[in-house]
């Protein structure tokens, strides 16, 4: 790319970067529409953060900690949490844009380097996660993030830099980008490191950059060492375990389809045929490399979609511009049928371009939807907090309490269905077949409230009996001490508890009825003594004894 062309880029993804982030930072808070229940899960662990706690060391998380850590620095400094979720996603787009333009710049023709800029930067500054629901929400913001370094990683070891780019100073440089890439995969959500980085070494191998892939293991090394050096080497294995209690947990191993439907379901099923025949294409064209590593992505691309809460394929857009990148230039390249494989490459990037237009542009829509959010229609989601009031649910969602509740066998003329799952009585309370819809912060600050005014709060902390233990964050009680931000299993941080807390109507009763046999056994073994304290018609709170 030539310095006109290089010029044009740069400032094409600056004017990108400003004008998205720019539109976000200018509502002056932040205003989700849905996915509650995920946003007490990011201030559970923001706020755990800024106060000096470490992800796995201190409490339970599957997530990394690069994924929180620039939102808690920016709350640890006095800002807001809805105005630091927001400047930490500008401040990574600020990163990764030299990245991008250096990338880019010498690997891909300046339209189409231009193109994947800005699905980089959409990716970065988005207020969703994708599909096509167009409420803003900053629930899995970290699967965003992760798939940015992913594009960029696997972009600059697939296609190699042109002749001129290939010194030694700039192939390091290469190697330095896709070392840190690779960590901020790792050190963000595990499942992206697994499913790219061999694939990633693989193409660094066969496209002969192999400096850039010395350079990029030393860089990842230096990683590992330096965060070693400040967390000790039982933070590794504190991020082994908990990644290892999520893939056992019948709970949360997977958070939608199945694997083969993910592959093969109708909604997701033409993307799969367009990238095997993008696969067959370019081996048909004689870009033998291109053909095998796309094929050896294929695999990750539909495990990290099988692994994210909505089985968004995000990966099509990459897929359209590798596709583009790696296709013959010559108008001459024929197949056996007479195709000219540029354009039949040329058409299948455009059917992967086609198929996820909704999703990149609910994505790249969502912030100028937000800027033009009725404030009035929302409210604090925790509403005693001062600064972090910034961050703001639908009122709708976050006050007005609804359930789902069984009629079935409690209204006379309907007869218990025979398969219904059931919640057993616990300690000789009938647990009601009830879940929450809409409400749960109100209902949670309520219940601290309660607690509160009873005097049961200062100090305190509960295990509740659900999907969530959030109740600290918004009054007295303390956080347990290797608690879960999300529960995926198990008893954790019981053993710091001084109350268990069971609501009437959790967010997932199926979660309860595990969590209450799990409870019952440790009474049954003598490990512990519940002793009920209040009783009220949202909860029953137990002094536990251990």
Known sequence: MNIKNQTVSTVFLIVVLV????????????????????????????????????????????????????????????????????????????????????????????????LFGLIVMVMLLALVHGESEQSISISMHYNRLAWAAAFLAIVAALIPPKRDSQSGGAA??????????????????????VSFAVPIVL???????????GVAVMTGLVVVALITAFTGVDFWMAYAGDLLTVAGSEIRSAPGESFSLVMGAPAYLGGSIAAVVGVVFLRQAKVATGGLVLLLLLPGFFYVTFQNFGNDPQWLLLLA?????????????????????????????????????????????????????????????LPRSGVH??????????????ARVALDGQVAGLAQYPDRSTVPDFMGVEIPTCAVELGLPNIMDTITRELEAEGLAQGKSLFAADVFSSHWVFGELEPLDQGAPWYYGGVPGLQDADYVLLPLCPVAQSVQK???????????????????????ELYILYELDQ
């Not at 910034?390 to 007005?400: A, E, F, K, T």
């Not at 595990?514 to 009220?536: N, S």
């Open 389 to 402: 009031t910034d961050l703001q649910g639908y009122d709708l969602r976050v006050n007005r309490v609804d």
């Open 321 to 381: 511009v590798l596709l583009l990148a790696l296709r013959p230039q010559a108008e001459d390249v024929v197949n056996s049928w007479g195709w000219n494989l540029k354009d039949a490459i040329g058409i299948v990037a455009a059917i992967a371009m086609a198929l996820a237009i909704p999703s990149f542009f609910n994505l790249a829509s969502s912030p100028f939807r937000h800027l033009n959010v009725e404030t009035a229609k929302y409210a604090p989601i």
């Open 19 to 114: 004008l998205l982030g720019g539109v976000a930072v200018l509502k002056g808070g932040l205003y989700v529409g849905k996915h509650e229940g995920d946003t007490l899960h990011l201030i559970q662990i923001v706020l755990r953060m800024a106060d000096g706690q470490i992800p796995h060391l201190d409490f339970m998380t599957p997530i990394g900690v690069l994924a929180f850590w620039p939102i808690a620095m920016l709350v640890k400094a006095g800002l807001g949490i809805g105005m630091a979720v927001i400047w930490a996603q500008v401040l990574a787009a600020v990163v990764f844009l030299p990245m991008v333009i250096w990338i880019a710049g010498v690997r891909m023709q300046p339209w189409l380097a231009r």
């Open 514 to 536: 595990i969590i209450l046999g799990d409870l019952t056994e440790m009474i049954e073994a003598g490990d512990i003594t519940l002793t009920e304290l209040r009783r009220t």
């Open 203 to 213: 193409a660094l191998v066969l496209t002969g950059q192999r400096r850039a892939l």
């Open 172 to 193: 390091t440089l290469d190697g330095i980008i896709i070392g840190l890439l690779v960590c901020v995969m790792a050190l963000i959500k595990m499942t992206y490191f």
